[in-house]
């Protein structure tokens, strides 16, 4: 039925709204659950490296290791994603940052495996590790550069690892992807 047009000023929008929806059945309520409280963050699972463990980090360097001189330091394990690995070569970010130049190979050994397992209770992806160029060594390649890398391929939390970017040290650093403690 139409309405008569009266004269005048026009009806406003709310009064246009109203007519519109008139004939309108409202919905029924919708059957769900209202959550008051935010949800909870998973535990981290307990660690299951030993301390022990930090003396069983060989120093025999694997074969499928060795590289030629100069060549990038860089590991992955099956199944990662090249995206993944991609962005870690890149090494734009990470979480922490552990400094082991001008030590001695048992001293660094002992520190980087404190390091990893204290990252993985706090749950940090992304570590970097210094372990200097070994510019001052005789074959001109660090001591720590390859123990390093053959330690961190030793350790099952260890996903990947690249040599980092020139602005975080280059040849003497690499950034660390570690297995997620959730």
């Known amino acids: 039925m139409r309405r008569p047009v009266t004269e005048g000023k026009p009806p406003n929008e709310a009064e246009l709204f109203r007519r519109a929806v008139a004939d309108a059945t409202p919905l029924q309520p919708d059957n769900r659950v209202r959550l008051t409280e935010a ?3 998973p535990k981290p699972q307990p660690l299951e490296h ?10 025999h360097i694997p074969g499928d290791a060795t590289r030629a001189p100069g060549e ?7 199944g990662l994603q090249k995206p993944t690995l ?3 070569r890149r090494g734009r970010s990470y979480d922490s940052t552990l400094d082991l130049h001008g030590l ?20 940090l992806r992304r570590v970097l590790i210094i372990h200097g160029k070994g510019l ?9 550069k390859t123990s390093v890398a053959s330690w961190l391929m030793q350790w099952e939390d260890v ?7 020139a602005a975080s040290g280059g040849g003497g650093a ?6 997620s403690a959730l």
């Open 39 to 41: 949800r909870r963050k």
């Open 50 to 59: 030993d301390p022990a463990r930090y003396d069983t980090l060989s120093d």
């Open 72 to 78: 990038p330091l860089k590991f992955s394990r099956p």
């Open 86 to 88: 991609r962005q870690l």
């Open 104 to 123: 001695t190979t048992a001293e660094a050994r002992q520190l980087l495996a404190a390091f990893l397992v204290e990252s993985r209770a706090q749950d």
């Open 136 to 144: 001052r060594s005789e074959s001109g390649e660090g001591v720590l």
């Open 159 to 165: 996903l990947a690892f690249h040599e980092a970017p």
């Open 174 to 179: 690499v950034v660390v992807l570690l297995r």
